[in-house]
Each structure stands twice: as C-alpha cells, then as structure tokens.
C-alpha cells in the first residue's frame, strides 16, 4: 500500500483515539491490518534489488507520496503533534523493511518475512486492479472524513 493511504490513517487513528499509548500502538498495528487488503503499490523495482544508481527515481516517487501525506494531514487535521506521530507510526514497518536493505539484521529479516509474506499474501494473488485500488480510495476518503470530523 502506498505511504499517503497509512499516513493519512494513522493520523485519524490519532486524532480519533483519546489514549496516547493506545493511539500510538494502534497506529503502528494499522499498518500490517491495511497491507491484509488488496492492494497496489508503486514500482520501486531499483531500491528492493540494490541498483542505487538507477534508485533517484523510486526515492522520488516515496518522498513525493510521503510529503502529500503530510500534506493532507496539514490541511484537513487538527494538527495535534499526536496526529504526526501516529501518522508516522503508521509507515514504520514499511521503514524496518528499508533499513534491512542496509544492516540485514536477524530481527529485520524475521520483520521483513512477516510483514512481505505473511501479511502481503494477497500480492500474488489474481485480483483486479480496480478492487486494489478501490481499496486505498476508501481508506482514504474515510481518512480524510475522520480528520475533518
């Protein structure tokens, strides 16, 4: 799933949840409960096979999809430093999964197993673009629906 679509629910996880540590870890669980859905994702081909001098353009695209995130939450939130942090929370995994291309170590190589085969196991399987992209557009809308409110 792409940052924009965790980001934005992540932070109406914390704006929505009174409990700081309960937003918190709940922003964090939110991320592996949304990667369960059908799903699209941008290519980021370069960075995931170590061609970092091919990679400005994948780099480009994550920090392009990031910064509207934060975006739309600045435009549509509260602005609560709860909000951003959760927000945050919310693409850790996804952060985890980065930094074992860099350290390999045996806690991110157990991560990345989790959370790339058991949670993604809908990646491979047969299903339109159109539902794994219905699916980002309705956490989205909701998302955005839950920040304003």
């Known amino acids: 799933m792409i940052l924009l679509v965790h980001l934005l629910f992540g932070a109406a996880i914390g704006s929505k949840i009174e409990y700081f540590c309960l937003a918190l870890i709940l922003a964090f669980l939110s991320h592996y409960f949304l990667d369960l859905f059908p799903h699209t994702e941008y290519p980021i081909e ?39 942090i959760c927000s945050l929370l919310s693409v850790l995994p996804d952060m985890l999964t980065l930094l074992n291309k860099f350290l390999n170590t045996n806690l991110l190589k157990k991560h990345d197993n ?32 839950l920040l304003k409110s």
């Open 46 to 84: 370069n960075i995931k096979n170590n061609q970092w001098q091919k990679s400005l353009p994948d780099f480009l695209r994550v920090a392009t999809d990031f910064m509207l995130g934060i975006l739309i939450i600045f435009l549509v939130s509260e602005n609560s430093l709860k909000i951003y």
């Open 114 to 145: 989790f959370h790339l085969k058991k949670i993604h196991f809908l990646k491979d399987k047969k299903i339109s673009q159109f539902w794994r992209f219905l699916t980002q557009v309705t956490v989205i809308v909701v998302s955005i629906l």
